[in-house]
């Protein structure tokens, strides 16, 4: 269905390639029945942003949306697992899936990245789209509020996908505007040392969680 591969590409990043590919987009956007009016309004909004800003702009608002904090991550097990084991084994599943069904990953790709599986789901009939779109409802929704929370256009994306699963969009107007501080951001991407640290350490200068 053309439709996961028009929001897998404006979920990843944006490559000059992609934006050369905006219209096109915005045709399967109007043509998609599965788009409703108000989700489609915002898709062309978005779809209007990326192509409106120069690369090196869009490239930065990326970065600086998805890839600074886990609340926007678009990695789906990241949401589940963190960085526990259960995650890689989670995607080791989910390779499997793809790879049963004849579909392949590149290898800078992680099975559960969004615009990856949205890619898959391109491939595959209506229903199969709409039961792991709702099998991740849960996750979806959490992405939205956070996009939400920041006034982002990217948020129509995530809606978009919620009303395909079956499930309610968030409601802009119940999400009081909100934005992560460098600290946060920090805290939530720190990496914890592999070994504790045995030396005695003065309190005021205990900085993990």
Same mark, same amino acid.
């Given at each position: 269905?053309?439709?996961? &591969?028009?929001?897998?590409?404006?979920?990843?990043?944006?490559?000059?390639?992609?934006?050369? *590919?905006?219209?096109?987009?915005? %045709?399967?956007?109007?043509?998609?029945? $599965?788009?409703?009016?108000?989700?489609?309004?915002?898709?062309? *909004?978005?779809?209007?942003?990326?192509?409106?800003?120069?690369?090196? *702009?869009?490239?930065?608002?990326?970065?600086? $949306?998805?890839?600074?904090? =886990?609340?926007?991550?678009?990695?789906?097990?990241?949401?589940?697992? @963190?960085?526990?084991?259960?995650?890689?084994? *989670?995607?080791?599943?989910? &390779?499997?899936?793809?790879?049963?069904? @004849?579909?392949?990953?590149?290898?800078?790709? $992680?099975?559960?990245?969004?615009?990856?599986?949205?890619?898959?789901?391109?491939?595959?009939?209506?229903?199969?789209?709409? %039961?792991?779109?709702? %099998?991740?409802?849960?996750?979806?929704?959490?992405?939205?509020?956070?996009?939400?929370?920041?006034? +982002?256009?990217?948020?129509?994306?995530?809606?978009?996908?919620?009303?395909?699963?079956?499930?309610?969009?968030?409601?802009?107007? &119940?999400?009081?505007?909100? =934005?992560? +501080?460098?600290?946060?951001?920090?805290?939530?991407?720190?990496?914890?040392?592999?070994?504790? %640290?045995?030396?005695?350490?003065?309190?005021? &200068?205990?900085?993990?969680?």
């Amino acid at each position: 269905m053309l439709l996961f &591969k028009a929001l897998s590409a404006l979920l990843s990043y944006p490559t000059e390639e992609m934006r050369e *590919a905006l219209t096109e987009i915005a %045709d399967v956007v109007r043509a998609s029945p $599965l788009v409703a009016p108000r989700e489609r309004e915002g898709l062309l *909004a978005l779809i209007a942003e990326i192509g409106d800003r120069d690369l090196f *702009a869009a490239e930065e608002h990326y970065v600086d $949306l998805f890839d600074r904090g =886990r609340a926007l991550s678009l990695n789906l097990f990241e949401h589940l697992h @963190g960085d526990s084991r259960d995650r890689g084994a *989670a995607m080791v599943e989910l &390779k499997r899936i793809y790879e049963a069904a @004849g579909f392949e990953l590149s290898a800078r790709e $992680l099975p559960d990245f969004l615009p990856a599986v949205l890619e898959y789901l391109s491939r595959r009939e209506l229903a199969e789209a709409r %039961d792991m779109l709702a %099998d991740c409802a849960d996750i979806l929704t959490a992405i939205t509020r956070s996009l939400v929370a920041r006034r +982002s256009r990217y948020a129509a994306a995530l809606q978009a996908l919620l009303v395909i699963a079956g499930a309610p969009p968030v409601d802009v107007a &119940k999400v009081p505007p909100a =934005r992560e +501080s460098a600290e946060t951001l920090d805290r939530d991407w720190v990496e914890r040392p592999a070994f504790a %640290d045995t030396a005695p350490v003065a309190p005021a &200068k205990m900085q993990g969680r």
